[in-house]
Every structure is written in C-alpha cells, then in structure tokens.
C-alpha cells in the first residue's frame, strides 16, 4: 500500500467518525521552543493549554515533522526519520479513553478491503502506564489495560507495564498530563527476540501513541517529578501515529528508508556509485542517510529554511552537507544534490504538490549550499595535506591538535573528514588536543555572550556557538563524526 494511500485512508477514516481535517502546519511554526514542529499536536497546543477555545470538539491531521534528536538514530535503526509524517486524531473534551482505544483498534485490525490497515490483531501488543511509578497513579493506568482487553481482547501477556519515560506525558510545562498507550506490530522472529516491546523495538515496531490528558500539573521538575492539581475539567486526547513506519510494514519492506516516498533516491545513489545497496552494513548506513536528509531537506526548504550558521538554517546546512558527504563515503565526488534532489522532489509531491511549483527556488538553494560546501572540501585538503606532509617530514605520526582545529575553525572542515583523510595517509589526529580547543572556543563564546549582553561587538563564529549553546553544538559535532561510520 502506497503512502499516499495511507494517508487517505487515516484521514477519511477519522473523517467518517466526525473529525474535522485540519492540514499541516508548515514545519516551521509559531513556538518560541521548538527548532521545528516535531510532533501532530503541536498545532493544538493553545487549544490544550487552554489558551484558546478549539473550534472543533474532533480534529484529524498528518503533520509534516522533524526530529532533530533522531539525526543519530537514521540509518542505523529501522525506525527514525529526521523528516516523517504524524497522523494524529485529537479529542478536545470530546472522546476519551474508550474512544481512542476503541476507534485505533479498528483501524489497525480493520480489513483492507474495508478501509482499515489490516494488521494482524494477534501480531498487536501494547503498552500501559506501570504500577508503583507515580505516587498519584499508584496502580498505573490499570484503566487503558481493562480497555484493551474488553475492546480488542488482548491477552495479559501483550498488555505490558512500562515506564514513566514512554508511557506518560507532559509538556514540561504547567498544564495538561497523563498516562499513554502505544501500539506495536509484531514484525517476526527474523528481527528480533520474544517477549514484545519491553525486549526488542525493532522486532515490536512501535507504530502509534495515544496519550491521554486526563489531569492538570503543576510545578514540574523533570518527567516523573511534578505535583498534580487536580482532574482536568475536559479531558483530551492526542494521538500520533508514524505514517513511515506503518508504510514500511504493509509495503513489507525492511525499514523506513526503502519506502516508497524515500527508496527511489537510494536507487539513484546506487547508480551513481556503481554500489549495491544490501551488500556491507556500512555503506547502507550511507545510502539511508543520504536518503533521509535529501528528503529532510527538501521539506525544510520547501518551508522557507534557508541554510545558514544559526538555528534552523544550521540543522538544514548540516543535513545537506551530510548527504553530500555521505556520498563522498560512498566513492561520488561529483554534485549529488543535482541528482538527488529532483528524485526526491518527484516521490514526495503526490502528497505535497508545492513542491513542483517551487522547486526552481528549492534547488537553486540546495545546489548552492553543495557547491559551497564543495569549496570548503576542495580548500581544506589542500591545508590538509600540507599539514600532513609537514607532520611526515618531522617523522611524526600523529596530526596536531591546533591544526585540526583550525580546519574545523577556518575552514569549516568536519573533524570526521579529518581524522579519515589523514589515516588514509598514515597519521592519527590529536583528538584530546582538538577537544580541548573546541571546549576553549565554547568558553570564549559564553564570555563573548556576556560581553554583547554588556554592549560589546560579536564576531559571527561566536554567534553560532553561542546560539546552538554547548550541549547541541555537541550533538552538531556528533551528526558530523557521524558521517563516518
Ligand atoms: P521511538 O521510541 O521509536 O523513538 P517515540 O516514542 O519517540 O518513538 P512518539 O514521540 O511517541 O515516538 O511519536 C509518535 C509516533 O511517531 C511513534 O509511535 C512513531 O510511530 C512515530 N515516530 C516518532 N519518531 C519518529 C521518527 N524519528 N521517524 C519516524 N516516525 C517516528
Ligand atoms: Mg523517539
Ligand atoms: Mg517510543
Ligand atoms: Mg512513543
């Protein structure tokens, strides 16, 4: 089954239970706390914060998302997208825990043939709020297990009690939260262990997650420590359900990243390496993200990101020069994104037709962006291979720390790119010597910050690190180191 076909049946089927289809909210949206919108409710968050009355008791929606958390997973799990798609069913103060159990139960056994997805209702486990977790929730949520097997007739065995961290649900902010459910498909012994989701998460593919808001919080300090107030007066349910996920188990393929909507872009990496994908664990890494982020990246342009040294420009130029570096990896020098891109413009626009109108503009900032970064390759290997010569002459055998810093620093250069290139010549890079130079740097950019807040000038190097601040300037290190694997 298509993507775009489960897509439609999502939508039409919550239609047909008096939902109203509320569209996509572009991926960059109006949160002060959110790089991108990276979940199906984040559009309904006034309405569940109480900040605004929802003019609609029901709403459905498939929510473009992007999860930069999951840059590290991509590739490597079946499962993570940075780019995917949330079906979502909302309840304002209308249906609650029956109906939500109730109405996913039929959708994910009902027939095919009927509209549903046709899962096999003894492949389903599902999970619940553990006992003896939070002192309001003394029992857990004993309420959606009694559900689960009145409705769907589940066996104790496929209920399973879960912790805090995947089965409750706040915003980190005073306001609305509760205990959810998840739903996962048994994908076979080939994938994994017995013993369902609690044991393995990629033989039990987590699919959907109904959370229910049944109470208000208050003071909240971390996920399993904050003070209840009380019962909310309506409550509401929030879904989401990962539309790749669910496309990758009914078109019987391997993983996220050979559906129909990404897979074609693989191909076409395939040709233009001259390698078989499925032949070395390694090189399909490669392949998978280049996939995700060309496609990532398209949806991020098509939304008006640009690349850039701050924030959301900075995550686009990331995934960009990733793909393009994960071609590298896999033996291409020449411009990829000319190659890529259009195919993943092509696979996309059956659910996003914008994309055919603006792509004149898209592909002028993606080709841009490579060409630049193809600059900055060409520039810092010849500085590369100075230093390396340099190292040899003195009979060295490590690369110093300094001058990898200032590859990275001036040049832009990936410590990854670094450390490959100068091992393809014998040499080994001073890594703690690096460090120890970054840290300095993210020092100097704190003292900068303060120095702007009193008045003083900034150089753009320091914005950027300032801006990202040191734990995700981290994670950027990591999403580049990444590459390598
Ligand atoms: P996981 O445990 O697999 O990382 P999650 O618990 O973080 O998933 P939720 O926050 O519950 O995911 O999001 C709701 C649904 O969205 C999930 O059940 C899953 O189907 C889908 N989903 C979440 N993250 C991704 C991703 N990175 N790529 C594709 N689908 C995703
Ligand atoms: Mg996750
Ligand atoms: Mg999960
Ligand atoms: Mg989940």
Not at 87 to 104: L, T
Not at 163 to 180: A, Q, S, T
Not at 443 to 467: M, Y
Request: contains cysteine; aromatic residues 10%; hydrophobic residues 40%.
């Amino acid at each position: 089954m298509e993507t775009a076909e489960i897509r439609r049946r999502w939508l039409s089927f919550f239609e047909g239970t008096d939902h109203t289809v509320v569209p996509s909210a572009p991926l960059v949206y109006d949160d002060p706390n959110l790089l991108f919108v990276n979940a199906g409710m984040v559009p309904f968050k006034p309405y569940f914060l109480g900040q605004q009355s929802p003019p609609w008791k029901r709403a459905t929606s498939v929510q473009k998302c992007v999860r930069t958390l999951d840059i590290e997973e991509v590739g490597k799990t079946t499962r993570h997208g940075t780019f995917f798609q949330m079906n979502g069913n909302f309840s304002f103060g209308d249906y609650f825990k029956e109906g939500a159990i109730r109405q996913a139960w039929e959708l994910v056994t009902g027939s095919q043939a009927e509209g549903g997805l046709g899962f096999d209702p003894d492949k389903v486990w599902v999970t619940v709020l553990g006992p003896g977790l939070l002192p309001h929730l003394p029992d857990g949520d004993e309420e959606a297990a009694a559900l689960w097997r009145e409705i769907a007739g589940l066996p104790d065995e496929r209920i399973q009690r879960r912790g805090v961290e995947d089965n409750y649900w706040h915003m980190g902010v005073p306001g609305p939260g509760g205990p959810c459910s998840e739903i996962y498909v048994d994908r076979g012994a080939e994938y994994g262990p017995d013993g369902g989701p609690l044991v393995d998460e990629e033989r039990f593919l987590e699919i959907w997650n109904l959370v229910f808001m049944q109470e208000e919080l208050s003071a909240i300090r971390s996920k399993a420590d904050f003070d209840v107030t009380g019962e909310l007066p309506s409550k509401n349910i929030d879904t989401g359900m990962g539309l790749e996920r669910v496309a990758y188990l009914l078109q019987g393929v391997d993983n996220l990243y050979e559906i129909d909507e990404v897979y074609p872009v693989i191909e076409r990496a395939e040709q233009m390496s001259g390698r078989d994908y499925g032949a070395d664990h390694g090189a399909d890494v490669q392949f998978r993200v280049v996939a995700d982020h060309v496609r990532s990246g398209l949806m991020l342009m098509s939304d008006g990101v640009t690349p850039g040294n701050e924030g959301r420009g900075y995550v686009l130029r990331r995934l960009l020069r990733r793909a393009v570096r994960s071609m590298r990896l896999l033996g291409v020098q020449d411009p990829a994104l000319t190659e890529l891109l259009p195919i993943s413009k092509d696979v996309m626009k059956a659910s996003y037709p914008e994309l055919e109108a603006d792509f004149g503009r898209i592909s002028q900032i993606a080709y841009a962006e490579e060409e630049a970064f193809r600059r900055t390759l060409v520039a810092g290997t010849t500085i590369l291979d100075l230093a390396v010569d340099k190292a040899k002459e003195r009979g060295a055998t490590t690369l110093a720390g300094d001058q990898a810093f200032a590859l990275h620093d001036t040049y832009g250069f990936p410590i990854d790119l670094t450390l490959e290139m100068a091992a393809e010549q014998g040499l080994e890079v001073d890594r703690e010597g690096f460090t120890t130079l970054m840290t300095e740097q993210r020092e100097r950019a704190k003292a900068d910050a303060r120095a702007k807040k009193s008045g003083h000038a900034s150089t753009e190097v320091w914005r950027d690190l300032r801006d990202h601040g040191p734990t995700e300037f981290l994670a950027y290190e990591t999403l580049t180191a990444e590459a390598s694997v």
